[in-house]
C-alpha cells in the first residue's frame, strides 16, 4: 500500500506515465494542478465586494473542499517519507503545510485579527513547481548562476549608490525638497537605473540631465546581463542533464 502511494504522490512519479501511460499518477497530478488553480480563483473572487451570501457560501465549500485534497496530499506525502522529518522540514514540506495552515488557524478565531494569514494561501502556487520540470530546471540554473548574479546584485547596488550622490550634488540646489539628502535621493536612482522613470522626480539642472541620460544608458545594459547569466547557466544545466533513452 505505501509503495502504491508513493508512486502516485512522489514528484518523480508523473515520469512513469511516460512508459506506461496515463494512471493515477497523472490523475493525481491533474487533479492537484486543478485545485490550485481553483483555490487561486476563488481566493480572488473572494476580496471582491458586495458579494451576496450565497456565492461566499459557494466559496467556502470549494475552499473547504480543497484544503481537504491539500490536507490529505500533505498527510499522504508524509506517510511514504523515508525520512519523515527532513520531508517536514524540506522546502517542498514547508510550502504544502503553509498552503493549508492559514485555513486550519482561521478557525475558531476572528478573521479580522488574522488577515495577513490569507496571504498565505497564495503559496499554493508554488505547489505547481513540484511537478514540472522546467521548474527543476530553472532552479538547476539558478544555483549555477548564484555567484554571478550575487556579483551583479553587488554591482546594481554599487550603481545605485552612485547615482543616488551624483544626482544629489548635481539636483540639491535646484530641488532641495526632493533632493534633500542623498537617502532621498535613492528613489530617483533606482527608478532611472531600472529605465523605469516614473516622472515624479526628474533633474532640472543641465548637469543633473546630462548624468541622467549617462544613468540611463547604464541601465539599458544592465537589464541585459542577468538574463545572459540565467541564459547561460541554463544551458549548462539542460547539458548536464542525463540523457533519456
Not at 482561521?106 to 495577513?116: E, W, Y
Amino acid at each position: 500500500m505505501k509503495s502504491y502511494l508513493k508512486n502516485i504522490v512522489e514528484p518523480g512519479a508523473q515520469h512513469a506515465r511516460r512508459r506506461v501511460g496515463y494512471g493515477p499518477a497523472h490523475a493525481f497530478v491533474f487533479l492537484i494542478h486543478l485545485l490550485i488553480a481553483v483555490s487561486i480563483v476563488t481566493f480572488s473572487i473572494e476580496t471582491t465586494p458586495g458579494l451576496s451570501p450565497q456565492i461566499r457560501a459557494v466559496l467556502e465549500f470549494t475552499e473547504i473542499f480543497c484544503i481537504a485534497v491539500f490536507s490529505l496530499e500533505y498527510a499522504m506525502r508524509i506517510y511514504v517519507a523515508d525520512h519523515k522529518l527532513r520531508f517536514i522540514f524540506s522546502f517542498w514540506g514547508i510550502i504544502d503545510l503553509l498552503a493549508i495552515l492559514p485555513f486550519y488557524l482561521s478557525l475558531g478565531v476572528d478573521l479580522r485579527s488574522v488577515r495577513a494569514l490569507r496571504f498565505f494561501r497564495l503559496f499554493r502556487l508554488f505547489k505547481l513547481a513540484r511537478y514540472h520540470q522546467a521548474i527543476t530546471h530553472l532552479t538547476a540554473a539558478l544555483t549555477i548562476a548564484k555567484e554571478k548574479l550575487l556579483l551583479f546584485l553587488l554591482l546594481v547596488l554599487i550603481l545605485i549608490y552612485f547615482s543616488a550622490v551624483g544626482i544629489y550634488y548635481f539636483e540639491y540646489t535646484a530641488q532641495p525638497q526632493h533632493f534633500s539628502s542623498v537617502f532621498d535621493s535613492l528613489w530617483w536612482a533606482v527608478i532611472t537605473l531600472t529605465t523605469v522613470g516614473y516622472g515624479d522626480i526628474y533633474p532640472l539642472t543641465v548637469g543633473g540631465r546630462i548624468f541622467t541620460f549617462f544613468i540611463l544608458i547604464i541601465g539599458i545594459g544592465i537589464i541585459a546581463i542577468p538574463t545572459g547569466i540565467i541564459s547561460a547557466a541554463l544551458t549548462e544545466a539542460l547539458d548536464s542533464k542525463p540523457r533519456a533513452r
